[in-house]
């Protein structure tokens, strides 16, 4: 069943529990819902009380304007607050970037998981790339071209012409095209693309940096100085996986961690 909140700023924030035990809220990157966490949320669900969240301008959430990456970490706040007080975190992608930003902000997660967060600036070109992609996806948008604003901030992230027209057949895409508006959100949680380590480092609770085994160099980049800027952390490769990271691959991994 659908559940919302009121964020700080007035936004709606709608969210749905599956499972029993300990709080844990699991929030999406890019192009995600709270349907992304349709595989992960039920194999989780015999160890914890799973909260999957529409982040704002997606699914049943409102949106308010303007936009900046703190309301998001009000949204969680929020949400939190509304089951119970505390809750572990599970983020994926830019989803993973806004917990660990929350919890620098003393946001009140009891245990973080974070998989590859998209810090890429160290790698792609740092601060004028990531300025540059986020006004050609927003330009494509203020043109009504959700599709075209999906193909940029995909090639954005390295996929190729091949993979993106592959996916653009699929039966998800134009889910995808729905939230597509939401995309420079995304790229503004990572502010220029590099780690945050000053503001990581205030974090204080257990914090585990995953990334796949098998994808790219910069996921295990991002994850290694992230790790060092916060006392009590760690990472770990999820072997054979990119990502794409398969639910089942993963949550082993989570359950030892948040139990």
Do not use: C
């Not at 809750?87 to 009140?108: D, E, K, M, Q, W």
């Not at 390295?158 to 998800?172: H, N, V, W, Y």
């Not at 974090?203 to 009590?232: F, H, M, N």
């Amino acid at each position: 069943m659908t559940q919302t909140v009121t964020s700080a700023d007035g936004t709606t924030i709608a969210y749905e529990m599956v499972g029993a035990g300990p709080a844990l809220v699991v929030l999406g990157g890019a192009f995600s819902t709270r349907r992304g966490a349709s595989s992960l949320a039920p194999l989780l669900a015999p160890h914890f009380s799973v909260y999957a969240v529409d982040r704002r301008g997606r699914g049943d959430s409102t949106d308010t304007a303007p936009y900046a990456p703190e309301r998001e970490g009000e949204d969680l706040a929020a949400v939190i607050g509304a089951i119970g007080g505390e809750a572990a975190f599970y983020g994926h992608s830019s989803g993973a970037a806004i917990g660990l930003l929350a919890a620098a902000r003393g946001v009140p997660i009891t245990r973080l998981a974070a998989y590859e967060p998209p810090y890429t600036g160290g790698i792609v070109g740092g601060g004028k790339f990531f300025t540059a992609w986020r006004a050609d996806v927003e330009g494509a948008l203020a043109a009504g071209d959700r599709e075209r604003a999906s193909v940029l901030f995909m090639e954005g992230t390295g996929a190729d012409a091949e993979t993106i027209a592959g996916m653009s057949q699929l039966p998800f895409w134009e889910g995808m095209l729905a939230v597509a508006h939401t995309l420079p959100y995304d790229l503004a949680v990572l502010g220029d693309g590099t780690v945050p380590a000053e503001r990581f480092a205030s974090i204080t609770v257990p914090t585990l940096v995953l990334y796949g085994g098998d994808s790219e160099a910069w996921a295990e980049s991002a994850a290694s100085t992230i790790a060092e800027a916060i006392p009590r952390s760690r990472t770990a490769a999820i072997a054979g996986q990119t990502h794409n990271v398969d639910p089942a691959a993963i949550v082993p991994v989570l359950v030892d961690f948040f139990s």
